[in-house]
Structures are given as structure tokens and as C-alpha cells.
T-cell receptor
Framework: DVKVTQSSRYLVKRTGEKVFLECVQD?????MFWYRQDPGLGLRLIYF???????EKGDIPEGYSVSREKKERFSLILESASTNQTSMYLC????????????FGPGTRLLVL | GENVEQHPSTLSVQEGDSAVIKCTYS??????FPWYKQELGKRPQLIID?????GEKKDQRIAVTLNKTAKHFSLHITETQPEDSAVYFC????????????FGRGTSLIVHP
């Protein structure tokens, strides 16, 4: 069974702080993703990575950066947190091939004050 | 890029009724269509998927239909139960090309006992 874990379930930060969200998957998946989930807006892709040290911008990359130093780990960084980044952040992984099923982490609910 | 429209945004039914959620997509290269269910406070999980070489797929009380010509696909839930209450997301993926799913905005299904 694929397991995707995220470093925190809930996080409260102050405006201007640097925030790190970490995601780890244990199934040797090539692809990893960071989404933001807001009511009525669905799942919006922030960044994704298809290999170690590779990253691609998604639909809403502004204000975020990512790091993938190891295959199993994908980090999302908020360089200077702002109140409009208060949201639920979901990490996912998938295997390239015949099935592109996304396996999601439990999510991190971030509140920026 | 791909655009996925999902309707309705909210669906309220009585226990035992059927529920139908519809999605349309724009990119004819999309050939894999997964559906995810997200229960309150939990991660999205795949419940059923369909590939473009198949018109219909069924798994117990849930089924998915695909009309490639019209570029739409639907999720059908029969004999709904309170535990079916959740947010459902459709997605479209171009397998073999960009493997990045484009998600619909989600449908909140409420099943009243």
C-alpha cells in the first residue's frame, strides 16, 4: 500500500515567516506534486517534480518554491508567508506508466496570521 | 492546456437515490479519467477510473461512463448511503504525454438518511 506522509497536519505561522512543508512517499514514485485546496476552487497545482532535482511550475507557483534532493522527499517552501497563502496543502505522488493514479498525503492546514 | 468543468458543485440526495456527477474536458489528447473521493478531513482517494478505449466501467454501486466524441464523462452512484457523503473530484490526464492531471472543482455530495 502506498504511503504518502506530510510533516504537519496543522501549522500556524506569522506573515513574513519562511515556511517548510515536507512530503515523503515510500513507493519509489518518480512524480511528486504539491497542490493547494481551497473551497470552490478544487485542487490547484503549485509545483511538480518528475525526478530528483527536477521541478516544474504548475498553475499557481507565485510565492512558492520547491526542493527535491531525494526521490522520496518533496518540499514546498513559502519564502515569505502571506495571509493569502492560508490554505490546505496536499502532496501527491504517482508512477509514470500505465496508471497515473495520484496518491495523496493527509494534507497540511496552514494558517498565516 | 486542458480544462475540466465539473457539475454540479453541490448535490443533495435522499438515501437510496441515485447521484450523477458530470465532467467535460477540452483536450482530445486526454485518455485517462480518474475519480477521487475526499471524505471530510481526509485525503482524496481514487475510487474508479476509465481509459478512453472503454465506454463504461462499473464497480459495485459506482460506475463511470465516457463519451469521447462529446468529451464528457460521468460518475454514477446508485443506492446512495450516508457514507457516500464526500467531495468528489474528476480529472483528465493525457497518458504518455503530459501525465499531469487536470482536476475539476469538485462536487459536494450530501446523502440524507
Amino acid at each position: 500500500d502506498v504511503k504518502v506522509t506530510q510533516s504537519s497536519r496543522y501549522l500556524v505561522k506569522r506573515t513574513g515567516e519562511k515556511v517548510f512543508l515536507e512530503c515523503v512517499q515510500d513507493m519509489d514514485h518518480e512524480n511528486m506534486f504539491w497542490y493547494r485546496q481551497d473551497p470552490g476552487l478544487g485542487l490547484r497545482l503549485i509545483y511538480f517534480s518528475y525526478d530528483v532535482k527536477m521541478k516544474e511550475k504548475g498553475d499557481i507557483p507565485e510565492g512558492y518554491s520547491v526542493s527535491r534532493e531525494k526521490k522520496e522527499r518533496f518540499s514546498l517552501i513559502l519564502e515569505s508567508a502571506s495571509t493569502n497563502q492560508t490554505s490546505m496543502y496536499l502532496c501527491a505522488s504517482s508512477q509514470t506508466g500505465t496508471r497515473e493514479t495520484q496518491y495523496f498525503g493527509p494534507g497540511t492546514r496552514l494558517l498565516v496570521l | 492546456g486542458e480544462n475540466v468543468e465539473q457539475h454540479p458543485s453541490t448535490l443533495s440526495v435522499q438515501e437510496g437515490d441515485s447521484a450523477v456527477i458530470k465532467c467535460t474536458y477540452s483536450d482530445s489528447a486526454s485518455n485517462y479519467f480518474p475519480w477521487y473521493k475526499q471524505e471530510l478531513g481526509k485525503r482524496p482517494q481514487l475510487i474508479i477510473d476509465i481509459r478512453s478505449n472503454v465506454g463504461e466501467k462499473k464497480d459495485q454501486r459506482i460506475a463511470v461512463t465516457l463519451n469521447k466524441t462529446a468529451k464528457h464523462f460521468s460518475l454514477h452512484i446508485t443506492e446512495t448511503q450516508p457514507e457516500d457523503s464526500a467531495v468528489y473530484f474528476c480529472a483528465a490526464v493525457a497518458s504518455g504525454g503530459s501525465y499531469i492531471p487536470t482536476f475539476g472543482r469538485g462536487t459536494s455530495l450530501i446523502v440524507h438518511p
